[in-house]
């Protein structure tokens, strides 16, 4: 009989490779790169249409929660749970808070562990591996897939298959035992590789049941073991979301599953496959999935080209012109340009290193910051002054709140406005406005059907976003 399957989704990510669109506050999983999905959304919808799949469990950064509820209500889709790290302590860890939320009604509970950016074009061949794997891994095996090259990838871990593995009843595909697996191989390496046959890329991506991980996590790395028990043991709700103790989990050691378990197991196995997959790690990789014109060319946006080849050019808010040239990735964005040669994604990391070491915020946040009531924009700035664009969705509200160093005005643009300012309300509407001086309590709602805009002048000796003193929040923020 054929088992449950419990996806568990990992969006722990930041995504710098894919830089400036990519951001430690809005990471790649959760933006459209290949479709019109997001790929969190893409890969939401992926596991659970497999056959006999039940709700997702979302293992993700704190920071991420809203866009991530957000986005999983946007298709439709209520996850088991979404559990939020405090810090990223990789991907053993994470797998771990999962086992351990089905371990408690079903041991045995079968987990298909996926990353949220990978790319799968061929969904029957995915669910064809993933029916594979979960056989294998009712035989007590802890399965990930293997990808069958067709290039020399020296960005890709490898995996050496081993002896055959019988299922009871047969698929399609061969199942095999790990023989070795193998880090990120240099050129001449990997084409060895490809040549000799019996090597496929590691995808990151696995299947075992929640028994058999949390066993082999226990013999192979007890102080892993330890510490997310303790933190999941501790774990306390938080308005829909599940957060693991902070203290505990802040304490666990980061380690990735391929060092923590899987290179060290004697269960491990692999199954071969063909899914069309990619992890979609760099521009350069993102070019060679997406669809090309005549002359090898990526185009996204307001683009201009004149004698340009096998490029990649994204544009966010302006036209671009690229002409005489070949091999380029050109990204824009509202505050940030990208332009390099194909074969330089690893310098990337420079270019958020410089922005970290000099204070910036290009790595972190978009000038449009979303927020779980909306977003608000930076439109113009200057000394004692900032000009805001403020979206509020509707129903939503900011929290109550207060300002030690700014006053605001507030210019409704469209919709609804409820403003609360010491405990007295008014109701603004298009063209109208109020004025909320310094270290005066106000609240801002929107109480209608449609989204409500406006723009928001601020003044004062400061306009720092930590100027905010709450008192009270629907979102449990309290800073």
């Known amino acids: 009989?054929?088992?449950?399957?419990?996806?568990?989704?990992?969006?722990?990510?930041?995504?710098?490779?894919?830089?400036?669109?990519?951001?430690?506050?809005?990471?790649?999983?959760?933006?459209?790169?290949?479709?019109?999905?997001?790929?969190?959304?893409?890969?939401?919808?992926?596991?659970?249409?497999?056959?006999?799949?039940?709700?997702?469990?979302?293992?993700?950064?704190?920071?991420?929660?809203?866009?991530?509820?957000?986005?999983?209500?946007?298709?439709?889709?209520?996850?088991?749970?979404?559990?939020?790290?405090?810090?990223?302590?990789?991907?053993?860890?994470?797998?771990?808070?999962?086992?351990?939320?089905?371990?408690?009604?079903?041991?045995?509970?079968?987990?298909?562990?996926?990353?949220?950016?990978?790319?799968?074009?061929?969904?029957?061949?995915?669910?064809?591996?993933?029916?594979?794997?979960?056989?294998?891994?009712?035989?007590?095996?802890?399965?990930?897939?293997?990808?069958?090259?067709?290039?020399?990838?020296?960005?890709?871990?490898?995996?050496?298959?081993?002896?055959?593995?019988?299922?009871?009843?047969?698929?399609?595909?061969?199942?095999?035992?790990?023989?070795?697996?193998?880090?990120?191989?240099?050129?001449?390496?990997?084409?060895?590789?490809?040549?000799?046959?019996?090597?496929?890329?590691?995808?990151?991506?696995?299947?075992?049941?929640?028994?058999?991980?949390?066993?082999?996590?226990?013999?192979?790395?007890?102080?892993?073991?330890?510490?997310?028990?303790?933190?999941?043991?501790?774990?306390?709700?938080?308005?829909?979301?599940?957060?693991?103790?902070?203290?505990?989990?802040?304490?666990?050691?980061?380690?990735?599953?391929?060092?923590?378990?899987?290179?060290?197991?004697?269960?491990?196995?692999?199954?071969?496959?063909q899914f069309g997959w990619s992890d979609v790690g760099s521009w350069d990789s993102l070019w060679g999935i997406a669809p090309k014109d005549k002359n090898g060319n990526v185009t996204s946006g307001d683009v201009y080209l004149a004698d340009t080849k096998n490029s990649y050019i994204r544009t966010e808010n302006r036209l671009v012109s690229v002409i005489g040239l070949e091999d380029v990735v050109v990204i824009e964005t509202a505050d940030a340009v990208l332009v390099m040669h194909k074969s330089k994604a690893q310098l990337i990391k420079n270019a958020v290193q410089h922005c970290k070491a000099n204070d910036r915020k290009e790595h972190l946040e978009h000038p449009r910051v979303h927020r779980p009531w909306g977003w608000y924009e930076g439109i113009d700035q200057g000394e004692r002054f900032q000009v805001k664009r403020i979206m509020v969705k509707p129903g939503e509200k900011l929290s109550l709140q207060m300002h030690h160093h700014r006053a605001e005005h507030w210019i409704v643009v469209s919709g609804t406005a409820k403003v609360t300012v010491d405990g007295k309300e008014i109701l603004l509407t298009e063209n109208q406005s109020t004025y909320i001086s310094l270290g005066h309590v106000h609240r801002l709602e929107n109480p209608g059907k449609i989204p409500l805009h406006l723009i928001e002048v601020q003044s004062g000796s400061y306009l720092g976003e930590d100027d905010i003193v709450r008192f009270e929040d629907n979102y449990g923020r309290t800073s």
């Not at 866009?67 to 999983?72: D, P, Y």
Request: charge should be negative; aromatic fraction near 10%; glycine fraction near 4%.
């Open 1 to 273: 009989m054929q088992t449950y399957i419990h996806p568990v989704i990992l969006s722990g990510g930041s995504g710098t490779r894919l830089w400036p669109l990519s951001r430690a506050a809005y990471p790649k999983q959760l933006l459209s790169l290949v479709d019109k999905e997001t790929m969190l959304q893409a890969t939401l919808a992926r596991a659970t249409s497999l056959p006999r799949t039940q709700a997702p469990i979302l293992v993700c950064n704190s920071e991420h929660r809203f866009l991530i509820r957000e986005q999983c209500e946007a298709i439709d889709i209520t996850p088991a749970a979404i559990y939020l790290e405090s810090v990223g302590r990789n991907t053993a860890p994470a797998i771990a808070l999962a086992a351990f939320h089905l371990a408690q009604t079903d041991e045995n509970a079968m987990m298909l562990v996926l990353p949220a950016d990978h790319v799968i074009d061929d969904q029957a061949a995915f669910a064809e591996a993933v029916k594979t794997a979960a056989q294998a891994a009712q035989q007590d095996y802890l399965v990930t897939f293997g990808v069958v090259p067709h290039a020399p990838e020296t960005g890709y871990g490898y995996i050496k298959e081993g002896e055959a593995i019988s299922l009871a009843t047969p698929t399609s595909l061969n199942p095999c035992r790990v023989q070795s697996f193998y880090e990120k191989p240099d050129r001449a390496t990997a084409e060895a590789y490809l040549k000799e046959g019996g090597y496929s890329w590691n995808s990151g991506m696995f299947v075992f049941t929640a028994k058999r991980y949390l066993q082999e996590l226990r013999r192979h790395r007890p102080d892993i073991f330890a510490a997310v028990q303790k933190s999941w043991q501790e774990r306390t709700a938080d308005i829909g979301f599940i957060r693991p103790c902070e203290s505990a989990f802040f304490a666990c050691p980061s380690d990735s599953i391929d060092y923590a378990v899987m290179q060290n197991t004697e269960q491990a196995a692999v199954v071969p496959a």
